[in-house]
């Protein structure tokens, strides 16, 4: 056994020593700001509340059809950048208090938008990502009857208490207004077309007039 141990610890420090007049090469290692990988960028970034791929998980499932056919690039990157006041999503460019540089946002815009595919069309066409109008909220409260008190109550306040006050102070109209567009599949919730009749422009845009005015006095100050 002593001579088999004493056999093997000349092999060992050959392993561990480089030749004479060679060197190891070292890892060559890359700063945070230089990766450029989308997966990558993607992982660290966005997909503990998008979900792998943009499916969706705590947030709008940024890579599915029916986001992608409301958000342009401009959009997306505007979203990335400065991020959403009074919601979980933060700015991320170095310019507003992020991390990540301008070529990086614009590596994540590109991977998002390929998520848009021509083999998987929209076959009605959506309502426009931002509201044009000022909502009308009596009629909203009707809309919000018709096609949404199933699952959030007569009131919106059922089991997804989505008129909750408090959940309203968390989040901006526009948010409102996204996910009534693109939904939230993960949750069970579908986009503007899964319904009976497919929701308009103006039945979204005043269903959420309707939804704001749950909103506390203090909460509705901050969200503008």
Known sequence: MRHGLFAILPMLSMLSCSAPGQHVAEQAVIR??????????????????????????????????????IADD?????????????????????????FLTDAQIDVLVRGI????????PIDS???????????????????????????HGADGSGARAIADASYLALVTNQHLRTVTIAGMPNLGMPDWRGY?????????????????????????????
Do not use: K
């Not at 401009?74 to 992020?98: K, Y």
């Open 74 to 98: 401009l959009t997306i990157r505007r979203v990335i950048e400065e991020g959403r006041a009074g919601t979980a999503m933060s700015a991320f460019s170095q310019g507003a208090g992020g």
């Open 32 to 69: 945070p700001s230089e990766v450029t990988d989308f997966g990558l960028l993607y992982a660290q970034n966005c997909s503990g509340c998008h979900g792998p791929d943009g499916q969706g998980a705590l947030a709008v499932a940024i890579g599915r059809p029916a986001y992608l056919a």
């Open 196 to 224: 009976p009749t497919p929701l308009s422009d103006a039945d979204v845009t005043d269903v959420v007039a309707w939804l704001a005015m749950h909103r506390t006095p203090l909460s509705a100050s901050l969200n503008h």
């Open 125 to 151: 066409r959506p309502p426009a990502y931002a509201a044009s109008l000022t909502g009308d909220a009596a009629r909203g409260q009707h809309v919000f009857a018709e096609y949404c008190s199933s699952c």
């Open 113 to 120: 938008r390929a998520w848009s595919r021509p083999g998987n």
